[in-house]
């Protein structure tokens, strides 16, 4: 049974595995139109709205987190950077490089009300936008008038306009596509633009370390470069047959990203078809008292997402699975409401039983009818 992965986990789609084991065709006949994203980062988000609140901040490395020893830093400032103090970084850890590091409690609250003033900006220019996180979006700006149409020079002008409503910085990459923008964005950071044009996408993403590419975390990382790949330069040399021997359908993607063609849509925000929780392991899991001890922290985390959404109606329930070759699986039950943990473990039974591969990541998600759907079985029920 196919599935379709959470929308919020765009990339996922893409990875999912086909039954259907031919290579697929590179598509260089049919040449989509160019367009233009835009990719909008805001330069070390939560220090810098810190920074503006109290300007004694500025000069001195400081970072945002809980003052706890076993606590991790959200961000730090560039001073604080320079010291190799790092996002998700224990704060413990943070502290041994660098003692007179300033911690300043997080304040969420205030980060929100920022996002919601800059996504205001980038709505004057479109509609078509991406949040990945309070600090980050994909706009979608093909085909758009202002400026001539150019979009470097609107990526300009959404800069100057969110400063002038935050006093923040931002950073931005603007290329055909979302894996170039976004690698962009990060080209000239803090406060800078960088344009990647359709015909720069193969110089740009050649010399690439692989580790940039969507969807390739540490343990891909480490497996590529078991196979001699480190840059997309190599993964471009690399036989598309031997890449997808490897990798299944994902190789096909790889080598796709490698050469910087990526055709991932901007999603616009708005009710998910789907939720998920999903958790990846550093070291696969093998026995089944492991299996369900993980499925029910996802259990747990699914659970609260779902507080969020329970406006919308719930048509079934799955799990996915990826086993320790990356193949990917999923089982799914039509279900008014989120099932009990004993029936998303037996979803996992259904797929294996006994278990007996090694797993990789285990994750569990509800699908919500849609709209139209929900309407017909109020209409059924109301009989
Ligand atoms: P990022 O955009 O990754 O980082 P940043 O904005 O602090 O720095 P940069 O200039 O390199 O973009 O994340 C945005 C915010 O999200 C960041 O300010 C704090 C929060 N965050 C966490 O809470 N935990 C994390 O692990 C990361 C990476 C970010
Ligand atoms: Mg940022």
């Known amino acids: 049974m196919s599935v379709e992965w959470s929308q919020a986990r765009p990339y996922a789609t893409l990875c999912m595995m086909s039954d259907d084991s031919s290579l697929p065709s590179t598509n260089s006949s049919s040449k989509p139109a160019t367009r233009k994203i835009i990719h909008i980062d805001m330069d070390c988000f939560y220090a810098a709205i810190e920074m503006r609140e109290k300007p004694e901040l500025k000069d001195i490395p400081m970072a945002v987190g809980y003052p706890y020893k076993r606590g991790v830093l959200t961000t730090a400032n560039y001073v604080a950077r320079k010291f190799g103090i790092r996002s998700a970084m224990p704060v413990a850890t943070a502290l041994k490089k660098c003692p007179d590091l300033r911690l300043v409690e997080p304040r969420f609250e205030l980060y929100k009300a920022e996002s919601k003033k800059i996504r205001k900006v980038l709505q004057r220019y479109t509609r078509l936008i991406e949040p990945l996180s309070l600090d980050e979006a994909y706009l979608d700006v093909t085909g758009h008038t202002y400026f001539e149409g150019s979009a470097s020079l609107l990526a300009r002008q959404i800069l100057k306009e969110i400063f002038e409503e935050t006093q923040l910085t931002a950073s931005a990459g603007v290329a055909p596509n979302k894996f170039i923008a ?39 990382e480490a497996r590529l470069k078991l196979l001699g790949l480190e840059t997309c330069a190599d993964i471009q040399k690399f036989p598309l047959r031997d890449l997808m021997r ?43 008292t492991a299996i369900r001890a993980e499925l029910y922290r996802v259990y747990e ?16 329930c799955f799990i996915k699975v990826k086993t320790f070759d990356f ?57």
């Not at 998303?344 to 139209?372: C, H, M």
């Open 182 to 220: 976004k690698v962009a964005s990060d080209w000239n950071k803090p406060n800078g633009l960088k344009t990647v044009s359709d015909k720069e996408v193969l110089s740009f993403v050649s010399p690439l370390k692989i580790g940039k590419i969507p969807g390739v975390g540490p343990k891909t």
């Open 246 to 288: 490897e990798f299944g359908e994902w190789g096909f993607k790889l080598h796709e990203l490698s050469f910087g063609r990526d055709e991932r849509p901007v999603e616009i925000e708005g009710d998910p078809k789907s939720i998920s929780a999903e958790n990846t392991f550093e070291d696969d899991l093998v026995t089944e």
């Open 301 to 316: 985390d699914l659970r609260n997402r779902l507080k969020k959404y329970s406006h919308l109606t719930i048509g079934s």
């Open 327 to 383: 193949k990917t699986f999923t089982r799914e039950r039509s279900s008014q409401q989120m099932m009990s943990f004993e029936d998303y473990f037996s979803l996992v039974k259904l797929w294996q039983n006994p278990i007996e591969t090694p797993i990789r990541l285990i994750g569990a998600g509800v699908r919500f009818k849609s709209a139209d759907e929900s309407l017909q079985t109020s209409f059924l029920e109301s009989l």
